[in-house]
Each structure stands twice: as structure tokens, then as C-alpha cells.
């Protein structure tokens, strides 16, 4: 990815915030990359960055084995911002002391009253007192020479140090999370005013960056994409086509677990896209092949196999390709290795591979440096229908896993129909904090009276979660009214459904989805 001149470089050194800094960073408007600590010297000043942050890690910074830097890295002449173990390692590595906290008292984890001094560069934009987020049991014992102390709280006397000369600042606290109220101005006034930003980075110049990039990688060659229907290959497709038009070929494989009109939605979009657009029908095969499987990771199994089958089949009769596209997105990236070569092609439904012996030569990944949000948003710029590129979460194995216990067509059409009703009922009442719902069609069957008969059907389940990060949630605050909506359409409209429940579990210890 060419991003032009204005790249910042993250070291990460195991931190479970790593993606937020990025996120954050590019909030500002600056392109950046999240690389593993190990990275070469010469990859470091080759990539040019901007400036640098380390990240913050798990580590004890003076531990033989914990991760380290090359110390060159200090001479580059480029601000460097240290966070939490980078903090820490910043101290260690030019002669400060870092120890373990010597006491309890001294361990900070979570919100963290700090005082700052904002006669300082790094902290000049807020106010001399707010609330960070500790997750610190080391602490720094002395700062190395040059630095002088500029934030602290109870428990740590440096919260905050910096070296005005040489561009180097540190922060014990995380200033990328929400928790840390000043810390989006932290991080802006380091990248803007310190290191001199000019936070020109647009998914406008992305899209133009990569479609250049593609266009000329691919020449005269041809590309084959499997294209699940999700927002992320769709936004793949999208971008190939307009790079290479009828050079890509799309295979869409509707396995017939995706929610209702959904496939016909997928085909409708693409036929306006001047790409080879193949659509293979194979309902009926992967309902044969689920007939009398209920236990969940056998479903996945099983969808994922013969996904590549169909898949594989399709491939050969188009023949030689040169590209296989893939809807990689940056997470993925950072979470299999931090940038690797990806030799292995992504998995596909969490359970397996494309096969490895279709006849193409290299792989191409568009969406690599994007996060979700970016992804959505790179769709619009490309002229994605909205109903497309916001569309929610939705598991590789579709309602197969959203069927609780043996699949059928009649229980699939079932939940289609259900899942449509609360989640257009939920979009009409504009529910806020609603970030993913759907329903579940459970393998509980009830007493209940419908008319003057008395029936013994299926109960549906509602699923509705608030969440930032999909890694924790809790259950969604829904209007009584429109749950009483909900449930009156469905058991009206619905057959097969006498009884319904709402979800109310957090994660943990649940998760987002039942199976």
C-alpha cells in the first residue's frame, strides 16, 4: 500500500489495544501500519514513518526474555510516542528504571484520576486534571536523563515524561480508549502539532491509491473472487471492478443459508458491475449434506467443505487465472501475524481453506490495510448500496448455526421470515445502541393456544447487543412496546411459532451468538 509520505509506524509488543491505536490514528486523519516489535531495522527506515508509537504489552520490560527494540530505532531523528510497556521499555532502553510496583497501591488498572502539566508539549491541549485508564503492575522508578516528569497519579509519579529535543514522549496511561477522556487530544497533538501531521489520509485517495495499484499488478492477467455476499467481499468485488472490469470473474456460491431476499439482493448489485458474475445454486446440496446435523462445529465442518467443492468446481471450468482475490481485512492481518505473507489462503466459514491447487499464481487482498468501519465506508465511496455496506455481522455458516439442532428448508424459512420481522421492526423504531440483532429459531417446543386449539411449537429467541468492539456487549435496552410489536407480528405471521423470548445475557459470559 502506497500511502504517500505521511505514515506512522506502530510497534506491537502484544497489546490487546494495538487495533485501537490504529483506529484511532487514522480517526485523525493519518495513515499508519501496526507491525510486530521484532521488525527489522532497515524495514523500520524503510517504511519512512512519520513517527512512531510503541505499544503497550503484557511484559515486564526488565524480564530477559520480554520484548525489546533495536536501540537505533532512538536515532532516527522521528518523534516517538511510548504507551503503557512502551512507556516503560522507552525508560529501560535509554537508561531510565523501571521496577515492579511496591505495592498494591501502586498497581493501577482501570479509571485513574491524573494530573498533568500542561505548560508541557504533549499534554499543552487539555485540562490539568482527568481521568486516564491505567493496566499497569511495573512501574517507572527513574526516568532517563533528559526527561522531565508531566503527568502523574496516586500510584505512579510518572504517568508522563517527555525530551523535547529529541522528540520522545511517554504516557503510562492508554490514551486510545474511551476511558481516557483526554486521550483522542493526547494523541492528536502528538501526531499534529509534535510530529507535524498533515492528516490528509481519505478512503477517497484509497480508493484511487488502490485501484491504480490493482490495474497495474493485474496488466493483462485475470482475477477470480469467491464472493460470500458479506460486506467485505462485496467491497472487494466492487473495487476490483472498477480496476479491471470484465477481467474479474465473481462466484457467488449460494449455499442457501444466507437471510431473506439476500442472495437475489447479491446478484441484483453485481449484474450493473461489468464483471463475469457466476451464481451457483446449491441449496439443495448443502441441505442434503446438513440433513440430521445438529451438533454446531459439525455444521461448520460441513459448510466449509463443500463450499470448496462447489467452489473448486467452478474454478475449473473457468480455467487458468493469474489472481485469486480475497476480502482480507487489516484485524485479520494483525491477529494471524502482524503482516506476514499470507502463504495460506484465508479460511472460509472459520473451518478451512480455498484449495491450495487452483491454478493462480498470486494473491491479491484490497481490503488488507482496512479496518470494518473503513471497509463500509471505501463500499459507499465506491457506490455500494447503503442496505450493503451497513449490513451486520453475519456468521460464514449463516442461519445454520442460528437453527439450533437439525437443519430443515421449513425451519430455515421459518427464521428468514422472523429474522426479517425484528429486524425491520428494529430499524423502524430506530433503536439506538442496537449494533447487531437477529433471531434464533431454538429446538424448544412449547404449549401454547392459538385460537380455540392448542398448539405445540417452535420458541424463538431475540438477540439484540450494544457493543463497541463485538468483544465485550451487553443486551440492548429495546422499548417494551416494540418487543411486544415484535412478538405479536411473529406469532401472527409466522407459522410454526407460539412462543418468544428476549436474550438478556451479556458477554461474557455469553456470546453475541448461540452457536
Given at each position: 500500500?502506497?500511502?504517500?509520505?505521511?505514515?506512522?509506524?506502530?510497534?506491537d509488543?502484544?497489546?490487546?489495544?494495538?487495533?485501537?491505536?490504529?483506529?484511532?490514528?487514522?480517526?485523525?486523519?493519518?495513515?499508519?501500519?501496526?507491525?510486530?516489535?521484532?521488525?527489522?531495522?532497515?524495514?523500520?527506515?524503510?517504511?519512512?514513518?512519520?513517527?512512531?508509537?510503541?505499544?503497550?504489552?503484557?511484559?515486564?520490560?526488565?524480564?530477559?526474555?520480554?520484548?525489546?527494540?533495536?536501540?537505533?530505532?532512538?536515532?532516527?531523528?522521528?518523534?516517538?510516542?511510548?504507551?503503557?510497556?512502551?512507556?516503560?521499555?522507552?525508560?529501560y532502553?535509554?537508561?531510565?528504571?523501571v521496577?515492579?510496583?511496591?505495592?498494591?497501591?501502586?498497581?493501577?488498572?482501570?479509571?485513574?484520576?491524573?494530573?498533568?502539566?500542561?505548560?508541557?508539549?504533549?499534554?499543552?491541549?487539555?485540562?490539568?486534571?482527568?481521568?486516564?485508564?491505567?493496566?499497569?503492575?511495573?512501574?517507572?522508578?527513574?526516568?532517563?536523563?533528559?526527561?522531565?516528569?508531566?503527568?502523574?497519579?496516586?500510584?505512579?509519579?510518572?504517568?508522563?515524561?517527555?525530551?523535547?529535543?529529541?522528540?520522545?514522549?511517554?504516557?503510562?496511561?492508554?490514551?486510545e480508549?474511551?476511558?481516557?477522556?483526554?486521550?483522542?487530544?493526547?494523541?492528536?497533538?502528538?501526531?499534529?502539532?509534535?510530529?507535524?501531521?498533515?492528516?490528509?489520509?481519505?478512503?477517497?485517495?484509497?480508493?484511487?491509491?488502490?485501484?491504480?495499484?490493482?490495474?497495474?499488478?493485474?496488466?493483462?492477467?485475470?482475477?477470480?473472487?469467491?464472493?460470500?455476499?458479506?460486506?467485505?467481499?462485496?467491497?472487494?468485488?466492487?473495487?476490483?471492478?472498477?480496476a479491471?472490469?470484465?477481467?474479474?470473474?465473481?462466484?457467488?456460491?449460494?449455499?442457501?443459508?444466507?437471510?431473506?431476499?439476500?442472495?437475489?439482493?447479491?446478484?441484483?448489485?453485481?449484474?450493473?458491475?461489468?464483471?463475469?458474475?457466476?451464481?451457483?445454486?446449491?441449496?439443495?446440496?448443502?441441505?442434503?449434506?446438513?440433513?440430521?446435523?445438529?451438533?454446531?462445529?459439525?455444521?461448520?465442518?460441513?459448510?466449509?467443505?463443500?463450499?470448496?467443492?462447489?467452489?473448486?468446481?467452478?474454478?475449473?471450468?473457468?480455467?487458468?487465472?493469474?489472481?485469486?482475490?480475497?476480502?482480507?481485512i487489516?484485524?485479520?492481518?494483525?491477529?494471524?501475524?502482524?503482516?506476514?505473507?499470507?502463504?495460506?489462503?484465508?479460511?472460509?466459514?472459520?473451518?478451512?481453506?480455498?484449495?491450495?491447487?487452483?491454478?493462480?499464481?498470486?494473491?491479491?487482498?484490497?481490503?488488507?490495510?482496512?479496518?470494518?468501519?473503513?471497509v463500509?465506508?471505501?463500499?459507499?465511496?465506491?457506490?455500494?448500496?447503503?442496505?450493503?455496506?451497513?449490513?451486520?455481522?453475519?456468521?460464514?455458516?449463516?442461519?445454520?448455526?442460528?437453527?439450533i439442532?437439525?437443519?430443515?428448508?421449513?425451519k430455515?424459512?421459518?427464521?428468514?421470515?422472523?429474522?426479517?420481522?425484528?429486524?425491520?421492526?428494529?430499524?423502524?423504531?430506530?433503536?439506538?445502541?442496537?449494533?447487531?440483532?437477529?433471531?434464533?429459531?431454538?429446538?424448544?417446543?412449547?404449549?401454547?393456544?392459538?385460537?380455540?386449539?392448542?398448539?405445540?411449537?417452535?420458541?424463538?429467541?431475540?438477540?439484540?447487543?450494544?457493543?463497541?468492539?463485538?468483544?465485550?456487549?451487553?443486551?440492548?435496552?429495546?422499548?417494551?412496546?416494540?418487543?411486544?410489536?415484535?412478538?405479536?407480528?411473529?406469532?401472527?405471521?409466522?407459522?410454526?411459532?407460539?412462543?418468544?423470548?428476549y436474550?438478556?445475557?451479556?458477554?461474557p459470559?455469553?456470546?453475541?451468538?448461540?452457536?
Amino acid at each position: 500500500m502506497d500511502a504517500g509520505t505521511e505514515k506512522v509506524l506502530i510497534l506491537d509488543f502484544g497489546s490487546q489495544y494495538n487495533q485501537l491505536i490504529a483506529r484511532r490514528v487514522r480517526e485523525i486523519g493519518i495513515y499508519c501500519e501496526v507491525k510486530p516489535f521484532s521488525m527489522a531495522f532497515d524495514e523500520i527506515t524503510s517504511f519512512g514513518p512519520l513517527a512512531i508509537i510503541l505499544s503497550g504489552g503484557p511484559s515486564s520490560v526488565y524480564d530477559e526474555k520480554s520484548p525489546k527494540i533495536d536501540p537505533r530505532l532512538f536515532s532516527m531523528g522521528v518523534p516517538v510516542l511510548g504507551i503503557c510497556y512502551g512507556a516503560q521499555l522507552m525508560a529501560y532502553t535509554l537508561g531510565g528504571k523501571v521496577v515492579p510496583a511496591d505495592s498494591l497501591a501502586n498497581r493501577e488498572y482501570g479509571r485513574t484520576e491524573t494530573e498533568f502539566d500542561t505548560g508541557s508539549a504533549l499534554f499543552r491541549n487539555i485540562t490539568p486534571r482527568s481521568i486516564t485508564w491505567m493496566s499497569h503492575g511495573d512501574s517507572v522508578e527513574r526516568i532517563p536523563d533528559g526527561f522531565k516528569a508531566i503527568a502523574h497519579s496516586a500510584g505512579c509519579p510518572f504517568a508522563g515524561f517527555e525530551d523535547t529535543k529529541r522528540n520522545f514522549y511517554a504516557v503510562q496511561f492508554h490514551p486510545e480508549v474511551k476511558h481516557s477522556e483526554k486521550g483522542f487530544e493526547i494523541l492528536r497533538t502528538f501526531l499534529i502539532d509534535i510530529a507535524g501531521a498533515k492528516a490528509q489520509w481519505s478512503m477517497a485517495n484509497y480508493k484511487q491509491t488502490a485501484i491504480d495499484s490493482i490495474r497495474s499488478k493485474v496488466g493483462d492477467g485475470k482475477a477470480l473472487l469467491a464472493l460470500s455476499g458479506g460486506v467485505d467481499s462485496s467491497v472487494a468485488a466492487a473495487l476490483m471492478s472498477q480496476a479491471i472490469g470484465e477481467k474479474l470473474t465473481c462466484v457467488f456460491v449460494d449455499h442457501g443459508l444466507m437471510r431473506k431476499d439476500e442472495g437475489d439482493q447479491v446478484e441484483e448489485i453485481f449484474s450493473h458491475y461489468p464483471v463475469r458474475f457466476i451464481r451457483v445454486n446449491a441449496q439443495k446440496l448443502f441441505l442434503e449434506k446438513l440433513a440430521g446435523v445438529s451438533e454446531p462445529e459439525h455444521k461448520r465442518k460441513i459448510i466449509g467443505e463443500e463450499f470448496i467443492r462447489v467452489f473448486e468446481k467452478e474454478a475449473k471450468k473457468i480455467g487458468k487465472v493469474d489472481f485469486l482475490v480475497q476480502g482480507t481485512i487489516y484485524p485479520d492481518v494483525i491477529e494471524s501475524g502482524l503482516g506476514s505473507n499470507a502463504a495460506v489462503i484465508k479460511s472460509h466459514h472459520n473451518v478451512g481453506g480455498l484449495p491450495d491447487y487452483v491454478d493462480f499464481k498470486e494473491i491479491i487482498e484490497p481490503l488488507r490495510f482496512l479496518f470494518k468501519d473503513e471497509v463500509r465506508q471505501l463500499g459507499r465511496e465506491l457506490g455500494l448500496p447503503e442496505y450493503l455496506v451497513s449490513r451486520q455481522p453475519f456468521p460464514g455458516p449463516g442461519l445454520a448455526i442460528r437453527v439450533i439442532g437439525d437443519i430443515t428448508e421449513e425451519k430455515l424459512a421459518v427464521l428468514r421470515e422472523a429474522d426479517w420481522i425484528f429486524r425491520t421492526e428494529i430499524e423502524n423504531a430506530k433503536v439506538t445502541d442496537a449494533n447487531q440483532y437477529f433471531a434464533v429459531l431454538t429446538n424448544t417446543r412449547s404449549v401454547g393456544v392459538m385460537g380455540d386449539g392448542r398448539t405445540y411449537e417452535y420458541t424463538l429467541a431475540l438477540r439484540c447487543v450494544s457493543t463497541t468492539d463485538f468483544m465485550t456487549a451487553t443486551f440492548t435496552r429495546i422499548p417494551y412496546e416494540v418487543l411486544e410489536k415484535v412478538s405479536h407480528r411473529i406469532v401472527n405471521e409466522v407459522p410454526h411459532i407460539n412462543r418468544v423470548v428476549y436474550d438478556i445475557t451479556a458477554k461474557p459470559p455469553a456470546t453475541v451468538e448461540w452457536e
